[in-house]
T-cell receptor
Framework: DVKVTQSSRYLVKRTGEKVFLECVQDMDHENMFWYRQDPGLGLRLIYFSYDVKMKEKGDIPEGYSVSREKKERFSLILESASTNQTSMYLC???????????????FGPGTRLTVL | GQNIDQPTEMTATEGAIVQINCTYQTSGFNGLFWYQQHAGEAPTFLSYNVLDGLEEKGRFSSFLSRSKGYSYLLLKELQMKDSASYLCAVSDSNYQLIWGAGTKLIIKP
């Protein structure tokens, strides 16, 4: 059974703290993504990676950074957490496109982060 | 700009049929996805359309018209467990997914 796991389901942090969110996938996928999801808004892409050591900015990268040292692991870092980063964070992975397969993204269970 | 529109909320009755519409304007098109997301959970894949027409998968069907920038998800024989948000997403010219805000479907007995 394919799986994407995230390090925490719930996190509470204080303003200014450095926050690490980790994501691991066991499907040998090249592509990995970090999104945030807020009520009334669609999923918004923060960063993505098509290969180890590679990263690309998404639509809302400000205040975030990422690390991909191994193919299966993609970490999201909030350098100095702020209250407007309170959100649900979702990690996803997929095969590269076009690949002849349906390029669906598989999601982790999400991390609900609250910044006080 | 790129835009995906879908209704915010819909209500339907158990056992009935409901159609959730999605219209899109994107730079390029490499397929349209529907995902289901129960409250507090991750989105799960339902369907993928890249050619015009209807794709049927059990109680769920998805339709695509590329010339109209339009898709719908059809759910038949509604069950209470179908209460969820349904997300429409389009893969653009760079194979990036552009997401709609989702349609919250409420099923009443």
């Amino acid at each position: 059974d394919v799986k994407v796991t995230q390090s925490s389901r719930y996190l509470v942090k204080r303003t200014g703290e450095k926050v690490f969110l980790e994501c691991v996938q066991d499907m040998d996928h090249e592509n990995m993504f970090w999104y945030r999801q807020d009520p009334g808004l669609g999923l918004r892409l923060i960063y993505f990676s098509y290969d180890v050591k590679m990263k690309e900015k998404g639509d809302i990268p400000e205040g975030y950074s990422v690390s991909r040292e191994k193919k299966e692991r993609f970490s999201l870092i909030l350098e100095s957490a702020s209250t407007n980063q309170t959100s649900m964070y979702l990690c996803a992975s997929s095969s590269p496109a076009p690949s002849g397969r349906v390029p669906e993204q598989f999601f982790g269970p999400g991390t609900r982060l609250t910044v006080l | 700009g790129q835009n995906i529109d879908q209704p915010t909320e819909m209500t339907a009755t158990e056992g009935a049929i409901v159609q959730i519409n999605c219209t899109y304007q994107t730079s390029g098109f490499n397929g349209l996805f529907w995902y289901q997301q129960h409250a507090g959970e991750a989105p799960t894949f339902l369907s993928y359309n890249v050619l015009d027409g209807l794709e049927e998968k059990g109680r769920f069907s998805s339709f695509l018209s590329r010339s109209k920038g339009y898709s719908y998800l059809l759910l038949k024989e509604l069950q209470m467990k179908d209460s969820a948000s349904y997300l429409c997403a389009v893969s653009d010219s760079n194979y990036q997914l552009i997401w709609g805000a989702g349609t919250k479907l409420i099923i009443k007995p």
